[in-house]
Each structure stands twice: as structure tokens, then as C-alpha cells.
């Protein structure tokens, strides 16, 4: 069992372009979530899919944006990147249910310039 | 206030020392989980708890529902311990709401 894989795992872009950034979940889980840990910062929360949709958002704004494929495989999308974009970027997988276990990856190390 | 305290933020103690983090919620919670971060950024599920004691190797994780309450306990700590741990806790969101973290630093 790979468990949870990202990538890429480094990536540099320049302030206004657009990032795609791809997961694919431990084996068996269809929920996925999407975390954005700054510099020195705890985990925020940017938002969760199961079942190819949305289910729950945090405070993040319209530039990030996400999609679930039918094979639980999930991308985060973001556009017109800031200089405040750049971060950590953390999935994370679990089963269905508000107390499963949280599997994460080892996340994407995001710089914009 | 944060809806999850960490205590204490930095701690370094010395190889073969008994570590304890705190870690108090406000708000109600489905589980707690806590997690630890190596330098890079990964981080590893240890524990999710919703009662009582769980214990893995040398780590045991304690959680007390009334007090809202729960500690990470390191026995005969290493310098591989050292990493930040994290302490969450799941809500009815679905979501996990997130401790500061703890920097432990294990000295040989």
C-alpha cells in the first residue's frame, strides 16, 4: 500500500500564473483533504471531497478550487497565484465519517516568486 | 482563543527523559488525533482517540472527555522523537481543527 502520494513534491511559480497540484489517496478511501501549512503555522483547513464533489470548505478564497476524479484521486487548483500563496500543501485521506483516521501526504512544498 | 491549546509550544529535554504534551479543546469533538511533523514537512498519524488510553512502542495518549483534555507521553524519549507534534481534533464538519504544535528537541 503506497498510502497517500503527492506531487510534485517541489514546486516554484511566478506571481499570476496558475498551480495544479495532485493526490491520490491510501487504498480504500474516498474522502480526500486539502490543507495549506504556511511557514512556521499550523495546518489550515482549504476544503474536503467525497464522492466527487465538495463537502466542506474553509476560508480560503475562489482561487483555490479542487476536483475529485472516480478513482478518489484529487487535484487542488489554484489560480493568480500571491506571494502569500506559498506553502506547504498537505492531502490528506480518510474513510467516510467525522472520527476516521486521517492519512496525509508528504505534502508539496509550494514557492511563488 | 484558539479552539485547540498546545502546551507547552518548545520543549527540549534530554535522551531517556519522560515527555509530556498537553493538549486542551473548547469546542465538541468527534475524535482527537495526534500527529507528528518531521522537518520537510510530512507528517504521521500516531493516535486518534475518542476515550480512555491508547499506546503504541513508547508512546501512550490519554484523552479525558469531561475536561476536554488529552497528553502525548514519550517514555525513554530519543533523539529521533525530536519533531513537532501536533495535536487535532475533528468537529461535525468533518473538518480537523488543528493544534500550534509542540517543538520537542531530544539532546543525546
Known amino acids: 500500500d503506497a498510502g497517500v502520494t503527492q506531487s510534485p513534491t517541489h514546486l516554484i511559480k511566478t506571481r499570476g500564473q496558475q498551480v495544479t497540484l495532485r493526490c491520490s489517496p491510501k487504498s480504500g478511501h474516498d474522502t480526500v483533504s486539502w490543507y495549506q501549512q504556511a511557514l512556521g503555522q499550523g495546518p489550515q483547513f482549504i476544503f474536503q471531497?467525497?464522492?466527487?464533489?465538495?463537502?466542506q470548505r474553509g476560508n480560503f478564497p475562489d482561487r483555490f478550487s479542487g476536483h475529485q476524479f472516480p478513482n478518489y484521486s484529487s487535484e487542488l487548483n489554484v489560480n493568480a497565484l500571491l506571494l502569500g500563496d506559498s506553502a506547504l500543501y498537505l492531502c490528506?485521506?480518510?474513510?467516510?465519517?467525522?472520527?476516521?483516521?486521517?492519512?496525509f501526504g508528504q505534502g508539496t512544498r509550494l514557492t511563488v516568486v | 482563543k484558539n479552539e485547540v491549546e498546545q502546551s507547552p509550544q518548545n520543549l527540549t529535554a534530554q535522551e531517556g527523559e519522560f515527555i509530556t504534551i498537553n493538549c486542551s479543546y473548547s469546542v465538541g469533538i468527534s475524535a482527537l488525533h495526534w500527529l507528528q511533523q518531521h522537518p520537510g514537512g510530512g507528517i504521521v498519524s500516531l493516535f486518534m482517540l475518542s476515550s480512555g488510553k491508547k499506546k503504541h512502542g513508547r508512546l501512550i495518549a490519554t484523552i479525558n472527555i469531561q475536561e476536554k483534555h488529552s497528553s502525548l507521553h514519550i517514555t525513554a524519549s530519543h533523539p529521533r522523537d525530536s519533531a513537532v507534534y501536533i495535536c487535532?481534533?475533528?468537529?461535525?464538519?468533518?473538518?480537523?481543527?488543528w493544534g500550534a504544535g509542540t517543538k520537542l528537541i531530544i539532546k543525546p
Open positions: 471531497y467525497y464522492e466527487e464533489e465538495e463537502r
Open positions: 487535532a481534533v475533528s468537529d461535525s464538519n468533518y473538518q480537523l481543527i
Open positions: 490528506a485521506s480518510s474513510l467516510p465519517g467525522e472520527s476516521t483516521e486521517a492519512f
